[in-house]
């Protein structure tokens, strides 16, 4: 059996290290346009904000592909798939056969239609040669004041690496609030006061609508509502869509994202997507869709590893979550943590504005289905617990606001399951 | 089959003896005084004990079988070590993201911002026979016991 995974990031580890873990017979060949091994993607930030070194930017240790007995296919980029024949095409003109394909390629960055993108000193900020453009053009011309355009969570990561570099930023977000995919109008707040706290200025309903060079480098940008900004640099962290170029001239059935079913099986036979790429079940809004984030990838990957060696476990289903950081404070959040006044929802918050505290659950039918914390996120995990396996919370709702909220405040049955691994007799 | 710390909360009668422990064990000195003394200033247990009226109980790394904390940790310092099939935490490649402890349905990881900004969590104390806290628990309420693989993150 000769397994290839086009892509070489969080799906492909995934589904790697299932495999490998019941089957030690099958081929594995991964392929990957970029230059490096495995690398953390989330981690670049970290990166370019000078906390860590190339050799902690690795996800894996450097014999990862020995031990798993794996084949790296490097800066070669898959071009088409012959789902007929079995074969993947690559840009040389070649052709790698294959029993299973998983495809993996992830998002590529959204880039808006601006005049001026390609001048020097814009980047985008998805990939490892993003950081090492940026930190080589930051070393030959310096840069005091930086523009980064998108307030999610790709664009605060970018930003919050650049404070630490000493360097003064303007965000700028489209829509009227910062990170409005995660979080409600109140801890946005939070959030936006926190990057202001650090010295960012943070433009919302606004964007770029022009870039203008000097000597060839970027010098400033005109803003949508009026007025310009001058900068040394530019950076595009507006988000990512999934990377389905590979199949466009496939069979293979595409909506949004590339289209599965619980075990990641594509249309085409033998052929599985995941991660960035695969639109999956997402089992809080109970609809296939995509969801950029590193544990759904991770998970499906493995998922689509096993399947392809004979083990099938069905996958119950991804929550869409995040863990940021502005100047030193943490914020989590988990499922549909951004609704408001939503009929049939209930919000329980508590908020002390002062010391950069909220707390918000979103709750349906008497069940979990959204979480806020800012400030303090210990136990976190326990309520996306609660999300996961629908636990219903009726009895426990007063506890779950409590400052002592805790397994104690969870229902028996579920408690026991949580602290022995018993099965949940519902 | 393997060892796993098993809690037994109608036994315990939240004396803490096992956080004293914990944060002694994980100590350098490993001295009851100096963990307490200057280096107290950068050490947590690794465990919480959970209270309420007559209930309590501690709770650590249940070591569940598919590991939310691995399949979530972006650095790759959550991992399940080759050698003994647990789930640690490689402090040296964690780089405090929170992602982990966004995932853990027993809540079992804790911030650790005394130090270099890591998550903290119980690693069975790695090395010795026993961990601390069953060994210094006076009334069984936890033991290490044979158990067949299973945990909560199923
Ligand atoms: C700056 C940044 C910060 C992030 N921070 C977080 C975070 O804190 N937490 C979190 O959960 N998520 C975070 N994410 C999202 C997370 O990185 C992704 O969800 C995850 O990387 C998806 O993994 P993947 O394997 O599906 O695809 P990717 O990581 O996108 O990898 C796909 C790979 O496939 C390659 N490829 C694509 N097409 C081809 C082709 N035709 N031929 C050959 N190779 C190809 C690409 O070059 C790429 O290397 C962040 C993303 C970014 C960009």
Same mark, same amino acid.
């Given at each position: ?55 902690? *930017?690795? #996800?894996?240790?450097?014999?990862? #592909? ?7 296919? *490097? ?53 490892? /040669? ?49 990170l409005?995919?995660?979080l409600d109008s109140t801890a946005s707040r939070l959030m936006t006061r926190l990057l ?23 010098? /400033? ?24 170029? *590979? ?24 052929? #599985? ?24 990838? #991770? ?27 502005v100047?030193?404070v943490?914020a ?15 919000? *329980?918050?508590?908020l002390d504005e002062?010391?950069h505290r909220y ?13 806020t914390?800012v400030g ?51 | ?154």
């Amino acid at each position: 059996m000769r397994a290839v995974i086009v892509g070489n990031s969080a799906t492909a580890v995934g589904a790697i290290e299932a495999l490998r873990a019941v089957n030690q017979s099958a081929k594995v060949l991964v392929v990957s346009e970029e230059s490096h091994l495995i690398y953390s993607r989330p981690l670049l930030s970290h990166y370019l904000g000078g906390e860590i070194d190339q050799v902690r *930017l690795a #996800y894996r240790p450097s014999d990862f #592909y020995t031990r798993h007995e794996v084949t790296p296919i *490097l800066e070669t980029r898959a071009t088409g798939i012959d789902t007929a024949g079995r074969r993947l095409l690559t840009q040389d003109g070649n052709s790698i056969a294959y029993d299973k394909l998983l495809i993996a390629t992830g998002g590529t960055p959204i880039l808006p239609p601006m005049p001026g993108i390609d001048t020097q000193g814009v980047f985008s900020f998805t990939r490892r /040669s993003d950081v090492e453009s940026i930190l080589t053009y930051l070393e030959a011309h310096g840069g005091k004041e930086a523009v980064v355009v998108g307030g999610g969570m790709i664009g605060i990561k970018a930003t919050d690496a650049l404070i630490k570099r000493g360097i003064r930023v303007t965000m700028i977000e489209l829509a009227p609030r910062i990170l409005g995919v995660a979080l409600d109008s109140t801890a946005s707040r939070l959030m936006t006061r926190l990057l202001e706290e650090a010295g960012v200025r943070v433009l919302t309903g606004n964007t770029v609508t022009e870039i203008h060079s000097r000597d060839g480098r970027v010098h /400033s940008v005109t803003l949508r509502e009026g007025g310009t900004i001058r900068c040394d640099l530019m950076i595009l962290g507006i988000g990512v869509r999934p990377n389905t170029e *590979l199949v466009e001239d496939s069979d293979i059935r595409v909506n949004r994202g590339i289209v599965v079913d619980e075990y990641m099986r594509t249309s085409a036979p033998d052929v #599985y997507a995941a991660g960035d790429v695969a639109e999956a079940y997402d089992l809080v809004v109970d609809m296939n869709r995509t969801v950029a984030i590193w544990p759904n990838a #991770y998970r499906q990957g493995a998922i689509a590893g096993a399947h392809m060696v004979g083990i099938e476990t069905p996958d119950a289903g991804g929550v869409a979550m995040n863990a940021i950081e502005v100047h030193g404070v943490p914020a989590i959040s988990v499922g549909n943590s951004n609704l408001e006044d939503e009929p049939g929802h209930e919000f *329980l918050t508590d908020l002390d504005e002062r010391n950069h505290r909220y707390k918000r659950l979103v709750l349906k039918d008497n069940r979990l289905v959204g979480v806020t914390l800012v400030g303090h996120i210990n136990r976190a995990g326990i309520y996306t617990g609660l999300i996961r396996h629908k636990i219903d919370v009726g009895a426990s709702r007063s506890a779950l606001m409590s400052e002592q909220f805790g397994l104690l405040s969870l229902p028996d049955r579920y408690r026991k399951h949580v602290v022995t691994g018993e099965g949940i007799e519902v | 089959m393997s060892k796993r710390i098993v809690i037994h909360e109608e036994h315990c009668i939240g004396c803490r003896l096992c956080e004293v422990h914990c944060l002694v064990q994980h100590s350098s000195s490993k001295d009851i005084i100096k963990a307490y003394g200057g280096e107290h200033s950068h050490l947590m247990p690794r465990l919480t004990v959970e209270e309420d009226g007559p209930l309590s109980f501690a709770l650590q790394c249940r070591q569940c079988e598919e590991p939310s904390c691995v399949e979530a940790c972006v650095s790759g310092a959550m991992h399940r070590d080759p050698l003994t099939g647990m789930i640690m935490c490689d402090e040296e490649r964690c780089v405090g993201c929170w992602m982990c402890i966004m995932v853990c349905p027993a809540g079992a990881i804790q911030q650790n911002l005394l130090g270099t900004k890591i998550a903290s969590k119980c690693d069975l104390c790695y090395g010795a026979e026993l961990p601390a806290c069953v060994a210094h628990c006076p009334n069984e309420a936890l033991t290490f016991d044979d158990v067949a693989e299973k945990g909560a993150g199923s």
